[in-house]
């Protein structure tokens, strides 16, 4: 019901004279508990005169009072406002269902879906379980980075929470914010052939969608965005109806009563409904100037263009009006909803949807037709035999088995199947015939039944049509009849009806509710032994709901209806449990929203005493009709339509901002057009209509929900041309309240776009909506400007949004402190706040980063905003200056704990071309650069002692050996110096051997200081000084440093190499000691090193390099040489004991006799081998190695040769032949193994050898036989080794 009076059910217009009565009522009752009151009051007061307990109770009564008057003002307010909704609908559905200013426009950007709280958490776990491993996205480094990057800058940020909180966050601006990210990233890796950086791009963002999406089934997906895309499409009458419904909160029995009453579906009707709006302005307008009331305009001059507007704006719509052809709004005009799989509410402009044929709603029964027995049977002798038969009229028949006729009972069961929902069912009782002629059995009875499928279930007995003369009247059988509901079918049920369209009649009929599909009803009237119904209405559309007895219809004791619009079906049963079934299976199938609610059997009292009439919101009894008619025939231009307007579009605002879009403040294009339709309609000026859209989105705008800028620019340009009277179309009225409201307006509007600029890392976060800070820097200097015409001066823009970046970075940097939990503590711990500073370094530089990143925008639209934003960063980064220098001030002496803190800074600074070598950067470097100094001063005091006591303690074992046996083996000692220094650790074993003994043989000090060397040198160069002359400084000391300290090592070395040649052996038993090998190492890993630690990258000369690399180089040789010495003294040891043998010495006699072994020759080989080896193991440069072999061979066959020539007259020993033979060879094989070339191994020395030992070997032969016993210097003996 259409009474705003009325109960919340049951909202809408009211009858003047209920309403006046209702008034009258409470007055009266409030009246006399009033009199009782004061009556009361006055017993009190004699009984006890100034009691407490009196004035209390006064008190409890005047605030009870106050409450229900309240109470009865905010009923009537909110009536108010319901009938004012009600009378916009009215002038809505005009506008939409017959349209001729305006149409839904085509070109509007498609708005994303909104992201929520859920899916922004649901999305967070995503790229957290991506980052886990937990997913089956395959990715490298890089991209696991910048998702890495990408979560903790950007989906764990509080702005981006707000953002989703506000509303105007969607899927794209989360991609848009990755893909901006990871351009940057792609932009600084190298190149890779044969892999453009597109390439890199796209697969980068392909995976970033599949980590958004997760495991979402996509069909789901892909119905959802059917779901949601509706509202963004070209809309149908239909839709938008629903949706303004939804804006108004307009009830749809409401909707469906005033579609009714306006009879939107006549065209005819609607265009005499527009002439007579258009007549009536034009009244209107001959009154104003007949009365000269008219509006109160800046200029009196107006008043004849206002006269014109009024006239040019009817003739105008008169033109459209006539233009329209005839069958606009007509059948054919229609747009219907066609019902789709995905969603029953998707768009599908077009055809109507398809209209049921009696054929869609045959159905299918089954049947079973039980006979028990029969009774009073006398005509028929007992001994006889009788059966039954049965049958459904179009179907086969049954027979039951044979019985006496004594004992005529059967128990059978038949069963059926038909598509008659009213089938015919004959049942016979038979007899067998005994006539020798008769071809039949002889009928004794029947009884034919018409079942429905609500009839009963149980046996029963019916009397059975006998022949006229037969004797037995009193023929009965027992029989059950179960009609069995197929699943489609809901309802059934005889019924009265009365319709406009179907059932025009008013008669009883037989009616099934037939479902036809998941959303498709139809209720379907039915003739016995029918298949097919006679007709039908599909249910679609209609609302159902219980209603009152309607006098001149005769059947029927309890009505109900099922209202559409244009239509109207009354129903009539005769009993109320049969309506209240109907009823519910009816509101089942239609789907509304509404639920029918029974109406009570009696009247009953209201709480005020009144009596409370039972009401049907569809009944459409006097005093609704008379509230329907008051809205529909309310003339329009005699309301405020401009008051109607801003109502209307601050509701389509609420529900557009509402929804499941993010708008930013765009209307949908059905509700453009509906807006549209409504101004052109009835005249709402279109200052007035920009105006309030302002007022609406700078509401929103300052209750931090998302706006785009560029729309409060379209509406503020249209205002401010037409206020002063520079609108393209010409010259227009301006009234004096546009005017003040446009300048209250510009206010507003001044200072919010301050804050918007001054908060623009929190009102536009990481650079969404896209070109927001653009416009918004626009806009502001559209407003600074004084009137249409005259240009801001840039230098007053500039100035303004520089004290705007002023204010930012100050709240920006309060805005980090908060975040990071940071308070200012003069009492904590240094360490403690050199961690903070730290944390908040990182946070800053991030701030400055996305500033760059998502807010350079506005370069575009001025030239000078890069200049303002580093200008903004300085003064950013300036009170992030006062507390890093508190926090320095306070560390101790000589700690080094804050070069990470410089390094963060300056890695940022350098990069950044409007902050490098700035106010901070340089005050930060002139911070550090005595810490630097001081740093490399101690450094390269605590090198050199500890070079100078790590070799005085040195045991020259290599580190790897060293490592090898760290439970076993003793570490050297290095004392600690009194000092920090960061990155260096103390002399042990795990800290840095590790690392190095897969690589290196060297010592542990000479390792050590290399690692140190490196490790300083690093240290500086990871600082990147800005300063170049500095940095050059830096540079050549450590270069020199390095020099001197590698010198030292390469001295010391040669020294400890000399003394310990000086202590071996000079026998066979000599073994190269290991120490030994461990000082060739040193020296060369101090020829590597020296290239990278001595080495300036300049041009000039490398002196450094030069110098130490003669000393190794000499080192080398020297100690090769003495090596070298102490392997000939062992061969000319063990030739001196072969010299013993020779002709014509004392001994010779006398050794002749002995038999002596190859001891001496098996030892030397043994000495050379095992010398080879230690060599080849210990000693890691192959070169140096081979050098040592080449001049021992070359020493030794000399020797050898040598010693053959001093004999060379003299013939040799068998025992010398022996031996030497087996030393040669072998040493020729050792050594050729080794590696030695054969131009060394067959040296002039080695032929000389070869060629003398030949000869004393045949001549031996000869004399003895087999005197060497198969040594020989031949290639093929086989002596063992």
Known sequence: MLDPSSSEDTGGESDPEVVEEAARKPASLSGKRANSSRAGGQQRESAAPGGAAAKGARDGADAGEDEERKERERIQREEEERKTKLQIYVFVLRCIAYPFNAKQPTDMARRQQKVNKQQLQAVKERFLAFLNGETQIVADEAFCNAVRSYYEGFLKSERVSRMVQSGGCSANDFREVFKKNIERRIRSLPEIDGLSKETVLSSWIAKYDAIYRGEEDMRRQTQRAHLSAVSELILSKEQLYEMFQQILGIRKFEHQLLYNACQLDNVDEQAAQIRRELDGRLQLAEKIAREKKYPKFISADMEALYMEELRSSVNLLMANLESLPVSKGGPDFKQKLKRSPLNNSFLDIGDEGDILSKSDVVLSFTLEIVIVEVQGLKSVAPNRIVYCTMEVEGGEKLQTDQAEAARPQWETQGDFTTTHPLPSVKV???????????????????????????????AEFHRMVVAKNSQDTELKIKL??????????KHSGYLYTLGQRVWKRWKKRYFVLVQVSQYTFAMCSYREKKAEPQELMQLEGYTVDYCDPQPGLQGGRVFFNAVKEGDLVMFACDDEPDR?????????????????????????????????????????????????????????????????????????????????????????????????????????????????????????????????????HYSYAFCVSHVHGNRPDGMGTVTAEEKEQFEAIRSRLMALLDNQITHFRYCFPFGRPDGALKATLSLQERVLMKDITTPVPPVDMKNLVQRCLEKAARINYSQLMEYAQIK?????????????????????????????????????????????????????????????????????????????????????LRTDPHLCNGTFHKHLQDLFVPLVVRYIDLMESSIAQSIHRGFEQETWQSVKSLTNNLANVPLPKVPSLPLTLPQMPSFSAPAWMGPLCENTNGSATSEDLFWKLDALQMFVLDLHWPEPEFAKHLEQRLKLMASDMMEACVKRTKSAFDAKMQKASKSTDFRVPLSVCTMFNVLMDAKKQCSKLCVLDTGQ?????????????????????????????????????????????????????????????????????QNQDILRDRVNDEVYVEDVFDQWYTGSMKAVCVWLTDRLDLQLHTYQLKTLIKIVKKTYRDFRLQGVLDGTLNNKSYETVYNRLTVEEATAAVKAGDGLQGISMRDSDEEDD
Not at 480 to 489: C, G
Not at 589 to 609: D, F, H, I, W
Request: some cysteine; charged content about 25%.
């Open 428 to 458: 016979k009782l038979f007899t067998e015939s005994t006539g020798v002629l008769a071809l039949d059995d002889k009928e004794l009875g029947r009884v034919v039944l018409n079942p429905t499928t609500n009839g009963p279930k149980q």
């Open 480 to 489: 059950a009849v179960r009609m069995d509901k197929p699943p489609n079918m």
């Open 580 to 712: 209240v079934l109907w009823v519910q299976a009816m509101y089942r199938a239609t789907g509304q929203s509404y639920k029918p609610v029974p109406p009570l059997q009696n009247k009953t009292t209201n709480c005020r005493g009144g009596i409370q009439k039972p009401a049907s919101p569809i009944s459409l009894d006097p005093s609704q009709r008379q509230g329907v008619e008051e809205l529909i025939s309310a003339a329009p231009c005699r309301l405020d339509h401009a008051a109607l307007f801003s109502i209307l579009q601050k509701h389509t605002l609420q529900h557009r901002m509402n929804d499941s879009f993010s708008c930013l403040g765009w209307f949908s294009p059905g509700q453009v057009f509906v807006l549209d339709e409504y101004c052109a309609r009835y005249g709402v000026r279109g200052c007035h209509r920009h105006l309030s859209y302002l007022k609406g989105l700078m509401d929103y705008s300052e209750n931090n929900a998302l706006v785009d800028p560029t729309l409060l």
């Open 824 to 908: 200012e503590d003069s009492q904590a711990a240094p360490e403690k706040r050199l961690e903070d500073m730290m944390r908040l370094g990182e946070l800053c530089i991030d701030v400055l980063q996305q500033n760059d990143e998502h807010h350079s925008e506005g370069r575009e639209a001025f030239s000078w905003w890069p200049e303002l934003m580093a200008e903004h960063a300085e003064s950013f980064l300036s009170l992030y200056r006062a507390d890093m220098d508190g926090a320095l001030q306070v560390q101790p002496v000589d700690s080094w704990d804050s070069f990470p803190l410089f390094q963060l800074l300056n890695n940022f």
């Open 1101 to 1169: 000369e490398q002196q450094y390099h030069s110098k130490i690399d003669v000393l190794i180089d000499e080192s080398f040789k020297e100690m090769i040489s003495s090596l070298i010495s102490k392997f000939a003294g062992v061969l000319d040891g063990a030739l001196s004991k072969l010299s013993r043998y020779d002709e014509g010495t004392f001994f010779s006699s006398f050794l002749s006799f002995t038999k002596p072994g190859m001891d001496l020759a098996d030892t030397y080989i043994t000495f050379i081998r």
